[in-house]
């Protein structure tokens, strides 16, 4: 089973999934509110989702109205001409690398623009929440799920965070996975370390597409060790150093440096 790179757009659905807890609310009002200006200002293209819908779609923000309790989106193409006053919505983006999002409802669509709640809260995950790194090709990826009630399923790590995997699944051969399924048990390894067991929750199921080998999920650590999620996090940070130490970002560099296209850097970088 081959490994597959992750899209931006998988990135943020899998968070959608795990942004929105008090943990990571955005305390300050005033930092909230600045959050928001940024997104407007700064024309950083924002994810959008009907609540109970799979379907995303690429949006800006483009009026940001706190006193009057309004937001102004941009209408997404391929949107839903009909969509009902209050029909709740999330909104997700990476502002400086960072995930950053909000939930609210439609007030109304008039021409190109969505009018949407000025949001009661804002939420941000943890940087070291975000690290998502690729094993290297010699690191184990193997990963063995348990189910409640089913056949345990084989399937590969496509990449590791603090938080969770994304993981290329073979497709069960009694029942489908389902978003928000509880995993009694992954068992997976990591470069140079004993086999971890670690409860799990899946946060993600990509749709199943006819005649594929695999299914693509993302699943949330339940309650692991402190001792395991500690050796994911320390896996993940040596990864993430060695992917920036391959593109030569944050490096200092000679003048006689090599120059290197960034498409070669990123052939470097999946090679590691």
């Known amino acids: 089973m081959s490994k597959r790179r992750v899209t931006m757009t998988e990135q943020l659905h ?13 305390s300050s009002s005033l930092r909230a509110a600045h959050i928001l200006s940024s997104l407007q200002r700064e024309h950083i293209f924002c994810t959008f989702w009907l609540e109970g819908r799979s379907t995303s779609f690429n949006t800006l923000l483009l009026e940001v109205r706190e006193t009057d309790g309004w937001l102004g989106v941009d209408v997404p ?49 943890q940087r070291r929440q975000l690290y998502r790194v690729p094993p290297t090709v010699q690191d184990p990826d193997q990963v063995e799920i348990y189910r409640q009630g089913a056949q345990r399923v084989m399937g590969r790590m496509q990449d590791v965070s603090a938080g969770g995997l994304r993981i290329l699944a073979s497709c069960p051969k009694d029942y489908p996975f389902r978003q928000n399924e509880v995993v009694p048990q992954l068992i997976f390894t990591l470069r140079g370390g004993k086999s971890l067991h670690v409860p799990a929750i899946i946060r993600f199921v ?67």
Request: charged share 25%; net charge positive.
């Open 14 to 26: 899998d968070a959608r999934h795990r942004l929105f807890d008090a943990h990571y609310r955005v």
């Open 77 to 125: 193409p391929n949107f839903p001409k009909v969509v009902p006053s209050g029909s709740a919505i999330a909104m997700l983006a990476r502002i400086d690398g960072i995930i950053s999002g909000f939930r609210s409802a439609i007030v109304r669509i008039e021409g190109d623009v969505v009018t949407i709640r000025y949001p009661d809260a804002v939420y941000q995950l």
């Open 206 to 272: 990509e749709p199943h597409r006819p005649g594929a080998m695999g299914v693509m999920l993302g699943v949330e650590f339940q309650n692991p060790p402190a001792a395991d999620q500690e050796r994911v996090a320390q896996y993940v940070q040596a990864r993430d150093r060695e992917i920036l130490r391959v593109l030569g970002i944050g490096l200092h560099r000679s003048a006689k440096a090599e120059t290197v296209s960034w498409k070669n850097l990123i052939k470097r970088w999946w090679k590691t």
